[in-house]
C-alpha cells in the first residue's frame, strides 16, 4: 500500500526509485561510523566498496551519487575525445542520461539496434568495431544493459552476454554492464551477480532502485579502473565528505534487500497477467521476466489512460503509446490487484478497443 492524497488511495508505480528506506537502513544511517571519504577515510564507505567489490567479483567498489553518474565515470574512465562506445540505441545512457557522454567525454556513442530483450546482436557489434586504420574513431568500449529497462526489465544471461562480450575482447575491447538493476537480473536468473559481470571488465549497480536505499549506486571493477573512475568522480563534483550516511544503508541493503525482489518479479508478473486481459491493452506476460512491465495501449494515446489511472489513483509512467509499471518494495500482491481494478475502470472509461 502507498499513501493516499485528498482520500483516494495512491499505488505508485511509476519507478523503483520511489521505495523508501527501510527502518534498519534508518538505523544504520542514524549509528554510522564516519570519516572524510575524499581522503578515504570513512570505514562505512570503505566497507561498502568492499563488499560490492566481492559481489561483483571485482578488485575494488566506488560509490557514486547515482547510478548516471555511475554511468558516466565509467565511460570516462575508459574512453576518450573522439573514441567510441558500441551501445544499443535503447540504451538508459543514450535515452536517459542527456546526452552525457557526449556532452562531457566528447565520446560519440555507436548506438547499434537492440533487440525486443535489450540484446545486441553479434553481427551489429562486430560490424560496428572499427578498424584500427589511423583515421577512425577508436572503439574503446563494448555497452551492455542487464536488466534491459526498455526491453521490459529483461534479465540477460551470461551466455547471452558472452555471445557479444567474447567478440569485443578478442578486439581487446572492454566492456561495461550497466546493470542498474543488476541483482534484479541475479534473481530472475538463479545465479550470482558475479557470474553476470564476470563477462564485463566493469559495472554499475544501483542502491536506490529495488534495493531501496534512499541515495547512491556502484562501480566494480579492477584496482586500476576504479582509480579513474574516483578521479572522474572527483571532476565531476561526486567528491563525497562523510558518505557512510549514504553507505550505511547500501549495506543494510545488500545484506537484506536482494532476495526479496524475486516478490516484486512475482507482482510484475501478476500484473501484466491482468493487464493482458483488458481491452486496448496489449503485453504479453510471458515477456516479463522481473520487475518491469510496458504496455502499449490502442485507441486513444497511452497519456490520456495514465492520466486517467492517475485520477483514481495508480500512478505509473507513459509516453507515445506506451505505459510504464514498476513494481517494488512497498507493493504487495493486493496492491497489485487494486491496480489492476482501478486500471480497469480507467481504460472502460478512456480507451477504445481496436
Ligand atoms: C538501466 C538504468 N541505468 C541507469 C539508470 C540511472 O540511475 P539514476 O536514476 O540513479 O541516475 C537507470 C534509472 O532508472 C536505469 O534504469
Sequence with gaps: MQSSKNNVRI??????????PTPEMRRAIAEAELGDDVYGEDPTVNRLEEVSARLTGKEAGLLVVSGSMGNLVSALAWAGRGDEIIVGADAHVITNEMGSVAALGGVEM?????????MLSPEAVRNAIRPKAGYFPRTALLWIENTHNRGNGAALS??????????????????????ARLF???????VPASDLSSVADSVTFCLSKGLACPVGSMVCGSREFIGRARRARKMLGGGMRQAGIIAAAGLVALDTMIDRLAEDHDNAKRLAVGLSRMPGIAVDPAHIETNIVYV?????????????MRARGVLANSMGNWIRFVT???INAEDVDEA???IGDATRATVSAG
Excluded at 296 to 308: D, F, H, S
Design 11 to 20: 499505488i505508485d508505480l511509476r519507478s523503483d526509485t520511489l521505495t523508501q
Design 110 to 118: 555507436r548506438a547499434v539496434p537492440n533487440d525486443r530483450r535489450g
Design 328 to 330: 517494488h518494495y512497498g
Design 296 to 308: 502499449t495501449v490502442g485507441g486513444k494515446p497511452a497519456p490520456e489512460l495514465a492520466a486517467a
Design 184 to 190: 534484479n537480473a541475479a534473481v530472475a536468473l538463479g
Design 340 to 342: 489492476l481494478d482501478v
Design 158 to 179: 551470461v551466455d547471452e552476454m558472452w555471445r557479444v562480450t567474447d567478440i569485443a575482447h578478442g578486439e581487446g575491447i572492454p566492456v561495461h554492464i550497466d546493470g
